[in-house]
């Protein structure tokens, strides 16, 4: 059964940085677009960043220049490094993963793209 499992989230001021990491179990990694989303309060859930099997990176305008995605294989472990960080980045963070291996017409940044999602990790930036 896959899991995905999120740490590293925490309450911050703003311009400072936090990494959340992404656990992956059951025997999916390697060769699956990942990605982190964000959702705040009232908002609907929106891509921040995602990473394909063949390392191709996307970011959403707002954090471009600010947050990295990442992978360690040996790890089964995704990152995303958060960087001068900003009181609007205040959101539940969540992985997810496609199951598929294949190429999709979907937007990397779309959560209909995504089988499996995490249960999220909060971050909170104040001013």
């Known amino acids: 059964q896959v899991q995905l499992t999120e740490s590293g989230g925490g309450s911050v001021q703003a311009g400072g940085s936090l990494r959340l990491s992404c656990t992956a179990s059951?025997?999916?990694?390697?060769?699956?677009?990942m990605a982190w989303f964000r959702q705040a309060p009232g908002k609907e859930r929106e891509g921040v960043a995602a990473?394909?099997?063949?390392?191709?990176?996307n970011y959403a305008d707002s954090v471009k220049d600010r947050f990295t995605i990442s992978k360690d294989n040996a790890k089964n472990t995704l990152y995303l490094q958060m960087n001068s960080l900003k009181p609007e980045d205040t959101a539940m963070y969540y992985c997810?993963?496609?199951?598929?291996?294949?190429?999709?017409?979907?937007?990397?940044?779309?959560?209909?793209?995504?089988?499996?999602w995490g249960q999220g990790t909060q971050v909170t930036v104040s001013s």
């Open positions: 990473a394909t099997s063949d390392g191709t990176t």
């Open positions: 997810a993963a496609d199951r598929r291996t294949t190429a999709s017409g979907i937007s990397t940044l779309s959560p209909a793209r995504y089988n499996y």
């Open positions: 059951g025997g999916l990694y390697g060769n699956h677009c």
